[in-house]
């Protein structure tokens, strides 16, 4: 292809609104553009990549077995209101309605429909197994919007689904899926981790995501470097404690602690390691009655060391929390504790109230938490003591970095990633919601196994971006480059020679399939590099008039810090040599 051919629509400078630096370069290259808050479109040059990571998306989902179909974008709430989910799901689900009052909804995933699909199409067990993936526009509505296409409204996401006669199978088509994410994403290039994680809001009880590694990402991942280990932070273990509770050294005293109502301000004014005290969080759980309205409420005070984050996660798994909680409120506070916010603990409550502690509390002697009373804390606090032992003892906190892996094999570290990818494995969540059956091998009916699996089409490029780029712009890798060689011709408008030379090295080149494009434009050779480094090309040869009269021409990756010369006859077997997988 010819660049006077294309549209190339390069900015010096990124829009105000552009926070990260995919949004920036992608804005700066000309791939996008804003057409409203999180709706952006795909501009020749972006799309050339989005069409680059869907071919190879198709090509491991055919290859694993599964097959293609097309879901509608607008989809019946019918289908939606058999799960649940259409009131459930909040208001990340766009609902319209049609001319006749008639609710819709705008795709966001398609579980329903699909399960519709299957329990139309699969009748018996012959049938199965069965995946159905479709590469389809989707709409969430978000809150805030941002990240360019990191986060956005309107996005390609790829979403496959199988369906299998029982657990076990159902769990030997994830495996399958799995291995096809791991071909899909190491033909990327990119570098990325795949982490054991939380199913969410999709539900299901086996789930992995694949996260590209970048410094900018909004995951944090926790692995072992000495074994595989890998999961989210919302998932990783924290272990208990290997040791047993040391014994009691300390008298119980009330300390005072003016104006002091966080941990880290308590354990500066009193000299003591931050690990030694104990933060108080309150939850609220509400019982509703037949006509919807709070019947009771539970209160519950969670226990963590004061170094130590909450996992709500690992929270929301507690029997009892399991239904939903809330933070409590400052009047249930008071009730129960008979002091505000900041000065709370366990010993001389008001009210009772749950007691869960975590894993790290319940071996800790000798600890300080708040004392009910504005300006003081108590030292010295011991279990069976000052206080009954916990009624809970639960793993309710975040890992952090030196905690020891769940697998025996060493400290955990963390590093940040930008999921791209989520495989689950659901059972019978939608199938049973939605009566979807076959007839087993005596003719009788059961709920079919379901998986669902996603790779973010147009979120990809974003987070390849956040991995590989330098002042310059975006170094993308060949798999997915807009284009994976250009040719820079130097004053081709003014020299038959170099003009000749370019031509027929283009025209070589896409013979022996190489995607190519030759910068014909005419521009400054300045310019004309500026350009191609910021859009990020990956390989460029430069010809020139001086290199052609010494035989040479210029080749450089876009890594190099130099170019390199290489003997014009010779160009096209060093090309083909440097882009072998």
Known sequence: ???????????????????????????????????????????????????????????????????????????????????????????????????????????????????????????????????????????????????????????????????????????????????????????????????????????????????????????????????????????????????????????????????KSTCPDVAQLLGVPLATTVKSIVLATDRLDGAGQVAGTQIWLLLLRGDHDMNEVKVAKLPGLDAGFRFATAPEIVEHFGAKPGYLGPVGLKR????????????????????????????????????????????????????????????????????????????????RAMNATFLDEAGKPQFMEMGCYGIGITRLPAAAIEQNHDERGIIWPDAIAPFTVVICPIGMDRSAAVREAAETLHDRLAASGVDVLLDDRGERPGAMFADWELIGVPHRVVISDRGLGEGQLEYQHRRDSAATKVAASGIVDFLQNRLKP
Not at 358 to 374: S, T
């Open 352 to 431: 009772p109230v749950q007691v869960v502690a975590d894993r790290d509390v319940a071996v800790m002697a000798d600890w300080i938490c708040g004392a009910n009373e504005e300006d003081f804390h108590l030292t010295g606090v011991n279990w069976g003591r000052d206080l009954p032992e916990p009624a809970v003892v639960a793993d309710i906190r975040n890992v952090i970095e030196g905690d020891p892996s769940p697998d025996g094999k060493g400290p955990l570290a963390i590093e940040r990633g930008i999921e791209v990818g989520h495989v689950f494995y659901l059972g019978t969540k939608y199938s």
């Open 1 to 259: 292809m010819k660049a006077s051919q294309f549209l190339i629509s390069t900015l010096k400078e990124a829009p105000a609104d552009a926070e990260v630096v995919s949004h920036r370069l992608m804005t700066r290259a000309g791939m996008i553009k804003k057409l409203g808050a999180g709706i952006y479109t795909y501009m020749p040059m972006g799309l050339r990549v989005i069409r680059k990571v869907e071919a190879i998306v198709r090509e491991e989902m055919n290859r694993a077995g599964a097959i293609e179909c097309t879901m509608p974008v607008v989809q019946p709430a019918e289908l939606w209101q058999e799960t649940g989910r259409f009131e459930k799901m909040g208001p990340e689900l766009l609902r319209i309605k049609d001319r006749h009052e008639r609710d819709f909804i705008v795709q966001p995933t398609s579980e329903e429909v699909v399960t519709d699909i299957a329990r139309q199409e699969f009748r018996s067990y012959k049938q199965l197994p069965r995946n159905l993936y479709q590469i389809q526009t989707k709409f969430r509505d978000e809150r805030r919007p941002r990240f360019g296409l990191m986060r956005g409204r309107e996005f390609i996401m790829k979403d496959a689904y199988s369906f299998d006669r029982d657990a076990a199978s159902a769990k030997a088509s994830y495996e399958r899926m799995a291995q096809a994410y791991r071909r899909i994403f190491d033909r990327f290039g990119l570098r990325y981790r795949a982490v054991a994680a939380d199913s969410g809001a999709i539900g299901g009880d086996l789930s992995e995501e694949f996260q590209v590694i970048a410094a900018t990402g909004e995951d944090a991942i926790v692995y072992c470097p000495d074994s595989d280990y890998a999961a989210n932070l919302e998932k990783a273990e924290a272990l208990a404690p290997r040791s047993d509770r040391p014994a009691a050294c300390a008298a119980l005293v009330r300390t005072p602690t003016p104006g």
